[in-house]
Antibody, heavy 124, light 106 residues
């Protein structure tokens, strides 16, 4: 059974940092692209970042480029999102999601498994 | 690539046939997925590659279209189908989502 379990969310001041983790199980972690998708309170879904299954390619939304870093540790089957210089507009529930494909970063086709989400609140 | 969903909300009754549309700002071939999201829950993949039903999803859900115009159809709305639906394009980065369509009980 595929499971994705996020952790690391919380309250942080503007300009602060936070690292999210997503522990994966039930599939061959290095064979699929993994992504972070966020949802601000009462708003729609916003793609944040993707890392290829090989780990060799990373992609970012313009809104987080230069501030967020996605990484993965295949030995731990864990996905990470390092978030720096956080802003109020980064406040959201952050979901990790597994792609149907995407070993090389392309051919994602869709996100077939999602974690339960972790809330990040940026406020003073 | 921008995705425009319509309507943004709709009211329907159990048993109704419901159609949601998603229009892309440029051609995306069949690289489109549909998701269902219920309040407080993670999205659930319904359809990928525009018309392929994800495993375990009831057959009353179907998707069609290619290029710029796509539809998600629920043939006979069930009580558990009241939710918000999103389309997503996956032909290129960023893999953008549509704004969502909220399906409410009439």
């Amino acid at each position: 059974e595929v499971q994705l379990l996020e952790s690391g969310g919380g309250l942080v001041q503007p300009g602060g940092s936070l690292r999210l983790s997503c522990a994966a199980s039930g599939f061959t972690f290095s064979s699929y692209a993994m992504s972070w998708v966020r949802q601000a309170p009462g708003k729609g879904l916003e793609w944040v970042s993707t890392i290829s299954g090989s780990g060799g390619s990373t992609f970012y939304a313009d809104s987080v480029k230069g501030r967020f870093t996605i990484s993965s540790d295949s030995s731990r089957n864990t996905l990470y999102l390092q978030m720096n210089s956080l802003r109020a507009e980064d406040t959201a529930v952050y979901y990790c999601a597994k792609a149907l494909g995407g070993y090389s970063g392309s051919d994602l086709r869709g996100f077939d498994y999602w974690g339960q989400g972790t809330l990040v609140t940026v406020s003073s | 690539i921008q995705l425009t969903q319509s309507p943004s909300s709709l009211s329907a009754s159990v048993g109704d046939r419901v159609t949601i549309t998603c229009r892309a700002s440029q051609g995306i071939s069949s690289y489109l997925a549909w998701y269902q999201q219920k309040p407080g829950k993670a999205p659930k993949l319904l359809i990928y590659s525009a018309s392929t039903l994800q495993s375990g999803v009831p057959s009353r859900f179907s998707g069609s279209g290619s290029g710029t115009d796509f539809t998600l159809t629920v043939s006979s709305l069930q009580p558990e189908d009241f939710a918000t639906y999103y389309c997503q394009q996956l032909i290129s980065y960023p893999p953008t989502f549509g704004g969502g369509t909220k399906v409410e009980i009439k």
